[in-house]
């Protein structure tokens, strides 16, 4: 089993910067993915950024491309979501979630379905 503690979430005013942490345990992650997504009120799950850890490859949602920045510390097996330039459209809960590599085409990544390990979530909160 894989184990994701998320923080990092808060309110925040438009215009500012939150950084949201995941710690993952349980696996060695060089064959893994690990993934941001977020879910608005009466909104689907909607993928943000993942990362492949074993070499740092990264992917993002064009509505945060530019503003947001995924990244990892192997060492403490944590990743991270720097947002700046926060929109109130930004508002919702976030997860992160990881999943382990497989022959697949790359969009596959991005649907939340097919990741089997979650986080409980962060709140991230932007006011106008």
């Known amino acids: 089993q894989v184990q994701l503690v998320e923080s990092g979430g808060g309110l925040v005013q438009a215009g500012g910067s939150l950084r949201l942490s995941c710690a993952i345990s349980?696996?060695?992650?060089?064959?893994?993915?690990a993934g941001w997504f977020r879910q608005a009120p009466g909104k689907e799950r909607e993928f943000v950024s993942r990362i492949y850890w074993i070499d740092g490859r990264t992917y993002y949602a064009d509505s945060v491309k530019g503003r947001f920045t995924i990244y990892r510390d192997t060492a403490k097996n944590t990743v991270y979501l720097q947002m700046n330039s926060l929109k109130p459209e930004d508002t919702a809960d976030y997860y992160c979630a990881a999943v382990q590599i497989m022959y697949r085409a790359e969009n596959y990544y991005a649907r939340p379905a097919n990741y089997d390990f979650w986080g409980q979530g962060t709140q991230v909160t932007v006011s106008s």
């Open positions: 349980g696996r060695t992650l060089s064959s893994y993915i």
